[in-house]
């Protein structure tokens, strides 16, 4: 018998632990999330599914979210802009939020996603659909952990990497990290306030930095304990419908702004 006959076994049992192992990660990741978010009062979450799970490992980008709504997008709009992000971006149709209305805007969030799984899908749901401008926000999950634990000089590569695309692509760059967050909900230990606040201001310097445009949920949003003002969150982690209308016009500032500066 060949090395390679008698090693096959012990390759494909190390193949199989390290799925199992995956998939129990990756179901643990995504059972928090669900779960903090149902702790949250959010409606939508419910517990993930085996197959829900072994459909996560699959499309770890989550490249088939929007991949139907997509393919039947007129090819070029003009003014078109792209949110791409977490569930902060994602709920802005929720919550009682309208999401600007009547402006050809898109809304490209995923929840619970990392800025790693964004970077995946950025040319699907952003190059590919050829915005003039797209507003990158997140960071709230990887500080979570809800994909593995991540530093934060990671997740500013993510962001910059990201930039740096839809700079190369031509598409003007918003970028607005997140709003402030209480403790997340199910997740004891996770203290995002320090962190968003870190994160917040290493943006705000890259983009005075690299021609791009710095959105500024945070200070708009934070209270004198460093979490979410009252009244704008029902949660502490997401917007409700006042949250949003206090970002509504500072997204529409930012994106001018970055329109007519045409950074890109």
């Not at 709504?69 to 009682?96: C, H, M, Y």
């Not at 529409?252 to 890109?264: F, K, L, N, Q, V």
């Amino acid at each position: 018998m060949s090395v390679a006959e008698r090693t096959r076994p012990h390759l494909r049992s190390c193949f199989g632990a390290s799925v199992l192992l995956i998939a129990l990660t990756t179901g643990a990741s995504a059972g928090i999330a669900q779960s903090a978010s149902t702790e949250a009062g959010h409606p939508s979450e419910k517990p993930l599914s085996q197959s829900q799970v072994l459909h996560d490992i699959r499309d770890f980008g989550g490249l088939s979210h929007y991949a139907a709504e997509n393919a039947v997008l007129p090819k070029v709009v003009p003014g078109r802009v792209v949110f791409l992000g977490d569930s902060i971006t994602e709920f802005w149709t929720q919550n009682g939020g309208k999401f600007f209305s009547g402006k050809p805007y898109l809304n490209r969030g995923i929840a619970p996603q990392t800025t790693t799984q964004m970077l995946i899908r950025f040319r699907q749901d952003v190059i590919d659909l050829k915005p003039t401008t797209v507003v990158i926000q997140g960071g709230l999950a990887d500080i979570a952990g809800f994909t593995g634990p991540s530093s934060l000089e990671e997740i500013e590569d993510n962001f910059r990497s990201m930039a740096e695309l839809a700079r190369f692509n031509q598409i003007a760059v918003v970028l607005a990290v997140s709003p402030p967050a209480a403790d997340y909900p199910g997740r004891k230990g996770v203290e995002p306030t320090v962190q968003l606040a870190q994160l917040n201001k290493w943006a705000s310097r890259y983009c005075a930095m690299s021609h791009c445009t710095y959105l500024d949920y945070y200070a708009a949003m934070v209270g004198p304990d460093g979490q979410m003002k009252a009244g704008i969150s029902k949660d502490g982690v997401h917007p409700n419908a006042a949250g949003y209308a206090i970002m509504e016009p500072l997204a529409e500032r930012a994106i001018a702004d970055a329109t007519r500066s045409d950074r890109h």
